[in-house]
């Protein structure tokens, strides 16, 4: 008995696995398919007709798809850096300053990461109305830069990352904050930072909602919201699931491409971890 107890967590990551991976192959499978071979079979024999829906997804509109990647891109990448720089100063403040209200501001960040994200999106919509700000890029870049997540995490990598000691040494030699955060304390933080900037680069990528309400012009849509529109459209037209499958594949290649160049930085503090232990 006590020799078959591993295989159940086994079994269980196992299940997990094939869970979140059999749409994927699903998706990888019906993008060789053509319109015909998607309706009529439901197995998961691949097609040849992968270059053409391509080249389809490719020409639709002019590259109108190549323009709602770049949207995304524009919007993960600015908007996860910019969160990523935020949560780092914001967070490192908290954890090494003490002032009057930080436990009620912390307090109060924790509880914002309770909140969904559907009950801002209305009065986020609102506020940027009221500047003129709604259908334009910055209606959707805004929003995505304060992360109360990140903050929290930021915060407990700044603590636990950055010593005391050192802060106070530097302080001794006479460098100021300005200088300690950005030679010190932001190189010591700099996995933590990378891990808030993957998953808000994740977050704003995927995001449906607040481009849904924010955005009227199609050239200015993400990727989700423009394979929505594409989907809408294929209850009359079904030539376009085709497309909207090859989209959806085409969509999760910056995300696994930019989890294997960032994962280093994980491997780097592990590593560091152990020798520190």
């Not at 109305?129 to 995490?153: K, M, W």
């Not at 010190?184 to 930072?193: D, E, F, T």
Request: hydrophobic content about 55%.
């Amino acid at each position: 008995m006590t020799g078959r107890r591993p295989l159940l967590p086994t079994l269980v990551l196992l299940l997990g696995a094939l869970y979140c991976l059999l749409p994927v192959a699903w998706v990888v499978v019906a993008a060789t398919k053509s319109s015909g071979e998607l309706f009529a079979t439901s197995t998961f024999e691949p097609g040849s007709s992968l270059p053409a829906n391509l080249g389809d997804l490719f020409a639709y509109r002019e590259g109108l798809f190549l323009t709602w990647m770049a949207n995304s891109a524009l919007y993960a990448g600015l908007g996860a850096l910019l969160s990523a720089a935020v949560s780092g100063v914001t967070g490192y403040a908290l954890a090494k300053f003490s002032f009057r209200g930080r436990d009620l501001f912390f307090n109060a960040l924790i509880a914002g990461v309770l909140v969904p994200s559907v009950v801002l999106a209305i009065p986020q919509y609102l506020l940027l109305s009221e500047l003129g700000l709604t259908d334009s890029h910055l209606s959707v870049l805004l929003p995505s830069v304060i992360s109360p997540y990140g903050i929290y995490l930021a915060r407990v990598y700044a603590a636990a990352a950055v010593p005391d000691d050192v802060v106070e040494a530097a302080r001794t030699d006479g460098a100021g904050e300005t200088r300690i955060l950005t030679s010190i304390a932001l190189p010591m933080m700099l996995p933590g930072l990378v891990t808030v900037f993957l998953f808000q680069f994740v977050s704003i990528w995927n995001n449906f909602l607040l481009p849904f309400i924010m955005l009227g012009d199609d050239r200015k849509f993400p990727v989700t919201l423009g394979l929505y529109t594409l989907l809408n459209q294929g209850s009359t037209v079904p030539a376009l699931y085709t497309l909207v499958i090859a989209g959806s594949l085409l969509s999760v290649l910056p995300l696994i491409v930019l989890f294997l160049l960032l994962q280093r930085y994980w491997r780097i503090d592990l590593i560091s971890g152990s020798v520190k232990a």
